[in-house]
Nanobody
Framework: QVQLVESGGGLVQAGGSLRLSCAASGPTSSTYLMAWFRQAPGKEREFVAGISRSGASTNYADSVKGRFTISSDNAKNTVYLQMNSLKPEDTAVYYC??????????????????WGQGTQVTVSS
């Protein structure tokens, strides 16, 4: 019932910016909590940022605080990740994820039920 489709990845130089989008379809009750994860080659999938459907609650990994901003457009059922001041270590496949209602923002990938296919972000030095 729930589908997530990411877009916006690409190749940028260090210090540049990208905006990722995640379009969600299906019952909103199943997409109450939305998040971005990323996975680099040879690394575990890690939490990047999360947001409640209302946008009232957000959370960021320490590595991206001050550089990335997560936001949502409820009318479009879309979540965005604005990435500024990109670094080579940000290079990874970025995934959008969602799950049903919780009382907080979950930061472990096993806590999410639905996943998109991912979009590649490559940052060159």
């Amino acid at each position: 019932q729930v589908q997530l489709v990411e877009s916006g990845g690409g190749l940028v130089q260090a210090g540049g910016s990208l905006r990722l989008s995640c379009a969600a379809s299906g019952p909103t009750s199943s997409t109450y909590l939305m998040a971005w994860f990323r996975q680099a080659p040879g690394k575990e999938r890690e939490f990047v940022a999360g947001i409640s459907r209302s946008g009232a609650s957000t959370n960021y990994a320490d590595s991206v605080k001050g550089r990335f901003t997560i936001s949502s457009d409820n009318a479009k059922n879309t979540v965005y990740l604005q990435m500024n001041s990109l670094k080579p270590e940000d290079t990874a496949v970025y995934y959008c994820a969602s799950r049903k209602f919780t009382f907080g923002i979950i930061t472990t990938y096993k806590g999410y039920e639905y996943w998109g296919q991912g979009t590649q972000v490559t940052v060159s030095s």
